[in-house]
Structures are given as C-alpha cells and as structure tokens.
C-alpha cells in the first residue's frame, strides 16, 4: 500500500510537472477581434517557431480584458491605448504597464444621414463613447475641427460639460463603445473607434465625415502586469510583432485605417514606452 501510493505521488509529481513546463511555453493574450486577435493570429507561426504556442482569448469589451489580465486569467493583452491603460490603473488601483507598442487606429466621425458636417442640423444628437479616455478623445476631434470648443483642448478626460461653445446647440449621447455602430440609424452621427467601426464594415477612410490626424497620441499597446515585464515571453512577441514582416501586413492589410506605430526591430528588447503621462512620444 506504501509503494503504490507513493508511486501514485510520483506520477502526479511528474504530471503536474509536466502541465507547469508545457504553460511555460504558452503565450494567452486578451484581444479584442479587429484589429488586434487579427494581427495576433499573423504572428502565430513565427511565435511557435521561436517555441511559444499563442493563445489568443478574443473579448468584445473594453474592461473584462484588464479585469482578466490583473486576476491572472492572461498573461497580457493587446487592446488598448495608454490613456485608457493609465486611467483604468488609477480607477482601480492596478498596475499593468504597456510594454509594447503596436498601432493606431485613429477615431472618426460617421453619420448614416448626413456626408458633411455642415448638412448636420442644429439639435442633432451625436453619439460618443462613455469611457474617460475615449470620450475625451471623441470630444478632442470634434473640437478640433471646428465642431465644438473645449475648456482645456489638453484635458484628455473632457465631458460634455467641459464644452464652452456648442455652435449647432448638439446633445451628446454618451454609450458604451461597443454599441455605437448600432445606433448610428438613431442619431445624427456617432464618433466611433475603428476596431468597431471595421467590424460594421465602416472603412475610416472611405466613410469617416471627419478622421483623427497621424500624429495622435492614442498608440495601441500590449501590457501585462507589472511583474513580468522582462519576460522572455514578452520579449520574444516584442521582436516579433514590431518586424517589419507585421508593418508590411498592417499597411496591406488595413490601408490606412490601422498604423503601424513602431520601428521595426530585429532584436528581442521591448520598445520602450511612456507610461506616466497621457501622451505616447
């Protein structure tokens, strides 16, 4: 009876050994579907050539992936610009860092109605999304291009409230980004962003009656938690995911309407990236 369970200890021993050396080679990453789960699915066979199996773990929101990434559930994701990161950390007393930079997907106005803004009539409702960072940013592009005037066009967490001049008298509809394609039949235009916008096969190019400029500060990045930042892990997705092979696809793939926001490397070392301030340099 000794010997067999002691033999059972030591098949469970070399079993769960086993399970920890086989996650050591797995990569899970959050991501939400355009463009990130896209690219991600890109890089799959160069990660498993260098030995790591990706899994991608694809939500459809914009708090679950923090929330799983802090909680452990992944081991990073990739979804997210710095001011939404930096803003989520203060709210919730997290500290996830963004080691990676990636791409950007500028912002845009659309309207299922209306092909200029000036066709937009006084009183229109205009839909933005509800999240800090995001609504700032949709607020900022507005302001901008003549459409509103903010306080403090600096303040990257403006409301409504922090309008001063609202020409055309427009009421804002605040809602959560994910739903904002869904409503453009019910308002006079929405600010969407583009990974939900080319998901409504919405081309920021083609559709967008006004687009953020190339020089935003809202780069998408993957972060992870703060203590595996020097991963091995981490750093070989980094080598892999700013090559120039994945600047190639990004352009090719999303003409225009994604950006890669990198320099190609050839080396393992994360880019680094600035995580104090709102702004990306």
């Known amino acids: 009876m000794l010997k067999k369970t002691i033999l059972i200890l030591v098949l469970v021993t070399f079993?769960?050994?086993?399970?920890?050396?086989?996650?050591d080679h797995v990569l899970k990453i959050g991501a939400t579907p355009v463009p990130h789960a896209e690219i991600l699915e890109f890089i799959k066979d160069d990660l498993a050539a260098e030995g790591i199996e990706l899994d991608i773990v694809e939500f459809t929101d914009y708090v679950t992936?923090?929330?799983a990434l802090n909680d452990g559930s992944i081991d990073a994701n990739y979804f997210q610009h710095i001011p939404y990161l930096n803003q989520f950390n203060?709210?919730?007393?997290f500290d996830l860092q963004a080691v990676i930079k990636v791409h950007i997907e500028p912002i845009a106005l659309y309207s299922n109605k209306y092909t200029s803004l000036e066709e937009i009539p006084a009183g229109s409702s205009i839909?933005?999304?509800?999240?800090p960072s995001n609504e700032g940013r949709a607020l900022l592009l507005l302001h901008n291009n003549g459409i509103i005037t903010l306080d403090d066009p600096t303040n990257l967490s403006a409301t409504p409230i922090d309008?001063?001049?609202n020409p055309k008298n427009l009421e804002f509809e605040e809602l959560e980004a994910a739903q904002l394609p869904r409503v453009l039949?019910?308002?006079?235009?929405?600010?969407?962003?583009?990974?939900?916008?080319?998901?409504?096969?919405?081309?920021?190019?083609e559709d967008a009656l006004i687009i953020e400029g190339s020089n935003s500060p809202y780069v998408n990045v993957v972060a992870v938690k703060a203590e595996n930042e020097d991963s091995e892990k981490i750093e070989t997705l980094a080598k892999i995911i700013n090559s120039k092979k994945v600047e190639e696809f990004i352009l090719e793939e999303y003409e225009g309407a994604v950006v890669p926001a990198f320099e190609p490397v050839d080396s393992g070392e994360v880019a680094d990236v600035e995580k104090t301030g709102d702004y990306i340099y």
């Open 90 to 93: 203060s709210d919730r007393g």
């Open 65 to 67: 992936p923090n929330l």
């Open 185 to 205: 039949p019910d308002v006079a235009a929405a600010v969407i962003n583009t990974n939900y916008a080319l998901e409504a096969d919405l081309n920021p190019l």
């Open 163 to 165: 309008i001063v001049e």
């Open 15 to 23: 079993v769960f050994a086993g399970a920890v050396q086989a996650d």
């Open 127 to 131: 839909a933005v999304p509800n999240d």
